[in-house]
């Protein structure tokens, strides 16, 4: 049995790095005594698989991650057993059965959306935000390398500022496999340290393999 659960991942578990999330989901699994389904070879490993991996610091909403139980379960009965044994910062929002031989979640993968909210005031982001979203090249660098974040950025706008009067940012990027953009890497485009914003994945996109 293949199980989908939604989740959220949010501000008591924002700096919990990707390895420490899969870390944490596996225990609370083994707390609410699913029966995990392992792989083969010398070191089985419980079949878990989380659709994206988010950078430290990040929170998220409607994550998605797989599972596969050795026996089939009701999903009501999944939902029961899981609740009590979640930790401060993990939040579901829906759990759902999915074929065995569907694709990976990451090979499906094509984009994410995010929301960026500013700890600093810029006077002149919506200026900025109009410059950078006609570029036909945007050059960066990453691990040393330059790359062209134009044809990753598929949308940018300001968005109303929130409750407390902080500037927002809407970002949707691409996100496959081997050709992503990063958020904090968007703000270093835009001029602004990515240690002055707060990022939360709003949610992820997905289709056909190519």
Do not use: C
Request: charged letters at 20%; proline letters at 11%.
């Amino acid at each position: 049995m293949r199980v989908r659960i939604n989740f959220d991942k949010t501000e008591a578990m924002r700096f919990t790095g990707h390895l420490d999330l899969y870390r944490t989901w596996e225990r609370t699994f083994r707390r609410a005594s699913l029966p995990l389904a392992y792989s083969q070879g010398f070191k089985p490993h419980p079949r878990i698989q989380i659709a994206a991996a988010l950078p430290l610091g990040f929170t998220s909403s409607n994550d998605l991650i797989d599972i596969w139980l050795e026996e089939p379960l009701p999903l009501s009965e999944i939902q029961a057993r899981l609740q009590p044994a979640l930790p401060p910062g993990l939040r579901i929002n829906s759990i759902a059965q999915v074929p065995l031989g569907q694709p990976a979640l990451q090979s499906l993968l094509r984009a994410s959306e995010y929301q960026i909210t500013l700890l600093e005031t810029v006077p002149d982001l919506a200026n900025r935000i109009q410059e950078l979203s006609q570029r036909p090249e945007i050059l960066l660098e990453r691990r040393g390398k330059p790359y062209n974040l134009r044809p990753l950025l598929l949308s940018i706008e300001l968005l109303p500022p929130n409750s407390s009067g902080l500037q927002r940012i809407y970002a949707l990027l691409r996100t496959e496999p081997s050709l992503y953009a990063r958020p904090d890497e968007l703000m270093r485009a835009l001029g602004i340290p990515p240690e002055k914003a707060l990022f939360h994945r709003m949610k992820l996109h997905f289709g056909p393999t190519p």
